[in-house]
């Protein structure tokens, strides 16, 4: 309806990206350092590693090292870089499992692979890698290839389920938690940036938005629309505020729905509104404010159980060969405003030396202009003064 985009998902996710990233650099670079400890220790004489797992772990060191400096260096290569590190160590520990029979708790490094794993790569291939693991491990038992009592076995499958059970739900109430928090985000958002009562963009908003319209714009022509509802007051003292709000709000949802999806909508003052049209002419400009201003008097919203009469005098102003200011364009529409406002409300005027469509009384075949949207097709003939 306004144009405005809310980038907080867009931001919440790349701050997850960015988490995981770091996370599978954290995991490269700690099977890198753990692995060269076994090694160093192994050659120190302080443990014994098979031949087969020295070797182990040097590949496994060399692949996290690799993994960590392109985890750096190739930030978008993260997720597969994820994968690679997570099975360097899966790999890893499978070899500890069959060359390191004498170490009676290397099984332990499965846990912690699969809390890694849950947490790495999600809940999915954390479940993928505890039933692949506990299959790997009964399969092994039942052949004899390794050695484990059957209570130990017992203890370790179901060690290993109850492990996934509490990293599963740890994902579960986190990824709860960061969608609370992400909606309380946009709501924050929101709420900066619109009006409460109408929903549309508010004057800070608007500001911004319409710097960046006119910054991006280039040679093409940007046009503002500058729409104050008249003989507000009368409305106010006929039905109270909360008959003036209802009013505003009609005509709020009335302009909104009648501009492009393109085009910037904002409650700026009382019952002030403007209408920021990218990529629009002076005829268009002129067309779209005509088109509003009809639209707003055969509305007639119903307040209090009776229906108004409400209209609205438009003023409009469209950059020049020098593209303006968005504080110029807004007290250049202002003023054409205030001149609809003297020439008896309910009109459209231009800004005073606009010197593109003459007022006075003459039709212009507004349909013929070439970007012109087909709902301005139900424009009619300027009028040149409407009492309210």
């Not at 099977?31 to 031949?51: E, H, K, M, N, R």
């Not at 985000?185 to 938005?209: C, I, K, V, W």
Request: with cysteine.
């Amino acid at each position: 309806m306004t144009g405005w985009t809310i980038s907080s998902a867009s931001s919440s996710s790349a701050e997850h990206d960015e988490f995981k990233r770091m996370f599978s650099l954290l995991v490269a670079l700690v099977t890198a350092v753990f692995t060269a400890v076994f090694d160093i220790s192994a050659t120190l004489g302080l443990i014994w590693l098979s031949p087969s797992m020295f070797m182990a772990n040097l590949g496994s060191m060399a692949v996290g090292i690799v993994t960590a400096a392109l985890l750096h260096l190739r930030p978008q290569w993260s997720k597969p870089l994820a994968w690679t590190a997570a099975g360097n160590t899966y790999v890893l520990f499978l070899i500890a499992l069959y060359s390191m029979p004498g170490d009676e708790l290397r099984y332990v490094w499965f846990f912690a692979h699969a809390g890694g794993t849950f947490l790495l790569l999600g809940s999915r291939a954390g479940w993928a890698t505890i039933v692949v693991t506990e299959a790997i491990i009964i399969m092994s038992y039942v052949a004899g290839g390794i050695v484990l009592s059957e209570n130990a076995l017992a203890t370790f499958c179901f060690g290993l389920a109850a492990t996934g059970a509490l990293y599963h739900c740890y994902n579960f109430r986190t990824a709860a938690f960061l969608r609370r928090i992400e909606l309380g985000r946009r709501q924050l958002e929101y709420a900066a940036s619109h009006d409460s009562l109408t929903g549309l963009l508010n004057r800070p908003a608007f500001m911004a938005r319409s710097g960046r319209v006119l910054s991006e714009a280039g040679r093409s022509p940007v046009s503002l629309l500058f729409i104050d509802v008249d003989r507000f007051k009368s409305v106010n003292d006929r039905h109270g505020h909360k008959g003036g709000d209802e009013t505003l709000v009609a005509v709020a949802a009335t302009i909104a729905g009648s501009v492009r999806v393109t085009d910037s909508v904002a409650r700026i003052g009382g019952e002030e509104i403007v209408v920021l049209l990218p990529d629009t002419g002076a005829a268009d400009a002129f067309a779209m404010a005509e088109h509003l201003r009809a639209r707003i008097e055969t509305a007639c919203p119903i307040i209090a159980g009776d229906r108004l009469s409400v209209t609205a005098s438009i003023g409009w102003a469209t950059t020049g060969s020098a593209a303006p200011s968005i504080e110029t364009l807004l007290t250049d529409a202002d003023e054409a405003m205030y001149r609809a406002k003297q020439s008896g409300r309910n009109r459209v005027e231009p800004r005073p030396a606009a010197g593109v469509i003459e007022l006075a009384g003459q039709r212009r075949d507004v349909d013929a202009s070439p970007g012109l949207q087909p709902a301005f097709s139900e424009i009619t003939d300027q009028k040149t003064a409407v009492s309210s």
